[in-house]
């Protein structure tokens, strides 16, 4: 994760080790000289095939500098042969070649980013900064995610499956949109989390494929994103919302997918959020799409948000039980729900709601101040 230095006057400054790499002994010195001064460690290679013996001989690099135009082996296929062995270390491409398709064939081969020279000392500290910080965070979320399995391994196979899934769903994009979410809406933390564990235990007794999953997982998990942009007088409104304030209240629909199909992982999951309020009999919105043509992780996501709705308290009525909420979603089966993921529904234990329910509350914080939602 790399190391620190501990300055008196300073304090703590960086000191990961870096591999400078260029045929020119004078770009060599020059490069590295200015990342000592920001307290970087430093070793140079001469050539590919030099910085390849370095890293082949057990010496760890934080990150690696390379030129792109070197006589024998180039930075492109240094930056191959790396990738393929040291997948955790950035790559930094440096070339004086002003040519747009260079850099982007440098990227496409698995750079993180690329310098033009000439640079100055604080272009390239701060490039160094942004690939050690995206290599950090890459490690970090990877440790996350392998405490998180060993926890989840120790209940049921299901339940640990399905909480593994959830949870590996939340990377920093993910995790900075609910944040924002929930500053606006006080309800939406613990309803968010639980609607994805329940639709991923859904899609996991459907068989739908990891892959798949993980997209529906995003779809659930951001459903009500859209929200972010309905004015606070209507989304904390205590009372009934009037017709005009149904209709703005109506748009989060829409205005997620758009927020959502500006980042390209979340194109798909997009789709979800575009479609959870459709119907199976085509009498939802916005688009008032009917059986197939709604998103599979979307007709999913549908039984789940009333099986959490129907299991929570209310301002106008206390929680009600799993077995209730079993009775209504095959009573609107073929209306409201697609019947065939019903049936899947319907053969799950409703123990395990309850074990995903008091799994996913004991991990948010305590409730906030009353706010109504608007029940849309």
Aim: charged share 25%; with cysteine.
């Amino acid at each position: 994760m790399g190391y620190y230095a501990v300055d008196s006057k300073l304090g703590i400054m960086p000191s990961e080790r870096i591999l400078v790499v260029d045929d020119e002994d004078s770009i060599r010195e020059i490069v590295s000289s200015m990342l000592a001064s920001a307290n970087y460690q430093c070793r140079q290679a001469a050539s590919g095939l030099e910085a390849l013996a370095l890293l082949d001989s057990g010496e760890e690099f934080e990150l690696m500098l390379s030129d792109l135009m070197m006589a024998g082996m180039d930075g492109i296929g240094l930056l191959e042969r790396t990738k393929e062995r040291y997948p955790d270390m950035p790559v930094v491409m440096v070339t004086a070649v002003h040519d747009i398709s260079v850099a982007l064939t440098a990227i496409r081969n698995g750079a993180y980013d690329y310098l033009l020279k000439p640079f100055e000392r604080e272009q390239l500290l701060n490039t160094v900064r942004r690939a050690l910080e995206n290599r950090r965070l890459k490690l970090e979320n990877r440790a996350y995610q392998t405490n998180l399995e060993a926890l989840v391994a120790q209940r049921t196979e299901q339940l640990r499956q399905a909480l593994g899934d959830l949870e590996k769903s939340y990377d920093i994009t993910l995790e900075a949109l609910g944040d924002a979410l929930d500053l606006r809406d006080a309800e939406t933390e613990g309803h968010s989390k639980r609607v994805t564990a329940y639709t991923i235990a859904i899609a996991r007794a459907m068989q739908i494929p990891k892959e798949q999953i993980a997209v529906i997982a995003r779809g659930a998990f951001l459903h009500d994103i859209g929200k972010m942009a309905i004015p606070d007088a209507i989304l904390r409104k205590p009372g009934a919302l009037s017709p005009d304030e149904v209709t703005i209240m109506k748009e989060h629909a829409f205005l997620g997918y758009k927020m959502l199909l500006k980042i390209p992982f979340l194109q798909e999951a997009s789709e979800i959020v575009y479609a959870h309020q459709e119907k199976f009999d085509g009498s939802g919105y916005p688009r008032g799409l009917k059986g197939d043509q709604i998103p599979l992780g979307a007709r999913i996501f549908s039984i789940a948000d009333t099986l959490d709705a129907i299991t929570s308290d209310r301002p106008y009525r206390p929680a009600r039980p799993f077995s209730a909420a079993k009775k209504e979603i095959q009573d609107w089966s073929g209306r409201q729900f697609d019947p065939e993921i019903v049936k899947v529904y319907n053969e799950i234990p409703d123990k395990l709601w309850g074990d995903l329910r008091r799994q996913i509350d004991a991990q948010i914080r305590p409730p906030h101040a009353d706010g109504a939602s608007g029940g849309l």
